[in-house]
């Protein structure tokens, strides 16, 4: 694959694999009794992905639980890396994944603000300079110097949300999260989004509803137990989708 400037995102012939170990054993007893006969299963998350995503646009990634979609997008973040291909990413890159990922559940929300940014990759300095405003957005109040581990899913979305978009990314990753806390913060956090995307920001976000993805994206990608399923505008990809779900059976 050519890498060029028009596009944020390359994936190339990537898959993901994971070993799913059977018979787990619990006691040293076992393990000794048991040594080197433990099954081991290959389990393949994605396979063959090949993804051109460009810059500035808007790319939503849909499919049944269990399709992948979460893992890609821990593998764009580097979170995971291949097991064979490769991804090439261009630019700054903040991701919003699991409600709590990056933050100590003893650390004041204040304190996971620095835990979360330096996790991004960002300065002191320059977490210091958005602090009030990522405090104001998360419209966390008093709570901002409590310990995490006494909030709500709610307020874990709000801080999360707050600190991956103001740390100016040039490539914003979410994963499922608009989906918790009150229906004011999620229509707060989709005009935060349209501003990125006013400012040509490439934005990847995983979703289990179509309508979010025909109102907020340029392209979308159907994964199904682990492969592109289709790609190419959202509203088309979204009615291929939403017609397979139509004729499934489960």
């Known amino acids: 694959m050519n890498r060029n400037g028009i596009n944020a995102v390359e994936i190339s012939d990537v898959w993901k694999k994971f070993n799913i170990y059977q018979n787990r054993t619990r006691s040293i007893k076992e393990r000794l009794i048991f040594w080197g006969r433990q099954h081991v299963e290959e389990f393949w998350a994605l396979k063959n992905i090949n993804l051109l995503v460009p810059t500035g646009k808007t790319i939503g990634l849909i499919g049944r639980n269990g399709s992948g979609k979460s893992t ?30 990056g933050f100590h559940p003893d650390f004041t929300g204040r304190e996971n603000i620095f835990l979360n940014g330096s996790i991004l990759g960002f300065s002191r300095r320059e977490i210091n300079l958005r602090l009030n405003d990522i405090i104001e957005f998360a419209e966390l109040g008093d709570f901002i110097d409590n310990p995490v581990r006494n909030y709500s899913s709610g307020m874990y979305m709000r801080l999360g949300f707050s600190v991956a978009v103001h740390v100016k990314p040039d490539i914003l990753l979410i994963d499922e999260v608009l989906a918790v806390g009150d229906l004011a913060f999620q229509e707060k956090c989709l005009v935060r989004i349209r501003d990125l995307q ?53």
């Not at 593998?75 to 994944?97: A, C, D, E, H, N």
């Open 72 to 101: 890609l997008l821990k593998l764009v973040s580097r979170i995971l890396y291949p097991s064979r291909g490769q991804i090439f990413v261009k630019g700054r890159v903040s991701t919003l994944l699991e409600l709590g990922a």
């Open 198 to 250: 006013k400012q040509g920001k490439t934005i990847i976000f995983v979703t289990h509803s179509p309508a979010q993805v025909r109102e907020l994206c340029d392209l979308a990608v159907w994964l199904d137990h682990g492969e592109i399923r289709s790609f190419g505008a959202a509203e088309q990809v979204v009615a291929d989708y939403t017609a397979f779900l139509g004729g499934a059976i489960y």
